[in-house]
């Protein structure tokens, strides 16, 4: 028996893609090599770093979308790691919603169950279509108010997705993020690489950095796969 390990997160650089309302990450040399030897005649080389708790891959706290939510470095750990399902959604057109049957279907298509504690991640297509090109921050699938209902009440804490938002950029109600804050939960955006774990169960780690008060993390997703 054997672990592969799927890095489930995306590169963080400077000028990668983050949604218009937020900070642009920024990356710069603090010091170099050849300055930390003039200083204390050691080596060492540092960057600093200037970017959106939101920007890269990310988990929210329920504080973002809820002013009486908990801040990150309050919410349960468990919100971040533990047994997960991948459902294949890479075919609902950008421009479409994820329903409760879509949902469905794509669970009775897994073999999989979602059970109560479950972080649940779906693998539109879109990181795999459109990163990197002037459609990634416009035009991809969400989860309409009764597919993420439907989540929810399955008892999913997290619910990931391979875009910048779980919620369809045409959706003027937010309906993800909606449903996060009636239920008290999280979600997890801008995962890639889920072609490699959809339609399978998993251990999932997203753990996000301890900021206190903050409304969100950066997170470095895997999926841990027993072979």
Known sequence: M????????QEIYQGMPVFPLHQKTMIFPNISHEESMK???FPFATNNLLINEHGPTHSDATYEYDPNGKFIDEMPL??????????????????????????????????????KGDICLLYTGHYNRA????????RYSGLDYSGARWLAEKGVVNIGI???????????DYSGHLICKEF???????????????????????????IRKGTGSPVRAVAVLIE
Not at 131 to 138: A, M, P, Q, R
Not at 162 to 170: H, V
Not at 184 to 204: K, S
Request: glycine share 8%.
């Open 2 to 9: 054997g672990v592969k390990l799927v890095d489930l997160s």
């Open 39 to 41: 200083k204390i005649g």
């Open 78 to 115: 468990e919100f971040f790691y533990g047994p997960a399902v991948c459902l294949d959604l890479s075919h609902v057109h950008p421009e479409e919603y994820i329903t409760p049957q879509e949902l469905e279907n794509a669970l009775d298509a897994s073999g999989q169950i979602l059970q």
């Open 131 to 138: 990163y990197g090109t002037e459609e990634w921050l416009t």
């Open 162 to 172: 391979d875009s910048p938002a779980i919620d369809n950029p045409l959706d003027p």
């Open 184 to 210: 008290g939960i999280t979600n997890t955006e801008n995962l890639c690489n889920l072609d490699q774990v959809a339609g399978m169960r998993f251990l999932y780690f997203g753990l996000p950095l301890r």
